[in-house]
């Protein structure tokens, strides 16, 4: 079975820090993405990487970064984290050209 | 752009009953796969149910089926002998096909709660 996971379910984070959220997968997935999800507004796109190093902004990418070193691993940084930015983060992985994305568990942040 | 439209935020079901939860789309492309989605309280999110654009035939998963109406973009999802595991978050979502990035675009969702 594919395994996604998340470093951490619940996070509670202080306005201004930098935030580290991270996520591995185990089954050679090219492709990985984040996504937050808030109430009545579904889920939305951060970032994906196609490849390692490689990059591509969603639908909102504002005020986070991405970074993959390698295949296997791909962490989501709020530099400055707002109170705006609490909320669930989901962590997806696929394969290339293949349509089933596999998800992680989520990650709970409060900036507070 | 591609968006997914779930007209439904909340629906219930009595258990053993069926129920429909709608979802329309809209796109100009011809090639796309369409996906259902559920998220259980506190759990993962799981695929339930595919579609690809090109096939006619409504895909079916055990309890979980589709009507799928590539005219008019709709892609309702149809769960018959609803079980208490049933209660979730649903998603409908629409992927490209032919897009190597695979990014999804999701519904709002609709929250399902299933009664005793």
């Known amino acids: 079975d594919v395994k996604v996971t998340q470093s951490s379910r619940y996070l509670v984070k202080r306005t201004g820090e930098k935030v580290f959220l991270e996520c591995v997968q185990d089954m050679d997935h090219e492709n990985m993405f984040w996504y937050r999800q808030d109430p009545g507004l579904g889920l939305r796109l951060i970032y994906f990487s196609y490849d390692v190093k490689m990059k591509e902004k969603g639908d909102i990418p504002e005020g986070y970064s991405v970074s993959r070193e390698k295949k296997e691993r791909f962490s989501l940084i709020l530099e400055s984290a707002s109170t705006n930015q609490t909320s669930m983060y989901l962590c997806a992985s696929s394969f290339e050209g293949l349509p089933k994305q596999y998800f992680g568990p989520g990650t709970r942040l409060t900036v507070t | 752009a591609q968006t997914v439209t779930q007209s439904q935020p909340e629906m219930s079901v009595q258990e053993a009953e069926t129920v429909t939860l709608s979802c329309t789309y809209d796109?100009?492309?011809?090639?796309?796969?369409l996906f259902w989605y559920k998220q259980p309280p506190s759990r993962q999110m799981i695929l339930v149910i595919r579609?690809?654009?090109?096939?006619?035939q409504n895909a079916t998963e055990n309890r979980f089926s589709v009507n799928f109406q590539k005219a008019a973009k709709s892609f309702s999802l149809k769960i018959s002998d609803s079980q208490l595991g049933d209660t979730a978050m649903y998603f409908c979502a629409f992927l490209h096909y032919g897009g190597s990035q695979g990014n999804l675009i999701f519904g709002k969702g609709t929250k399902l709660s299933v009664k005793p």
């Open positions: 796109t100009s492309e011809s090639n796309y796969y």
């Open positions: 579609q690809e654009a090109y096939k006619q």
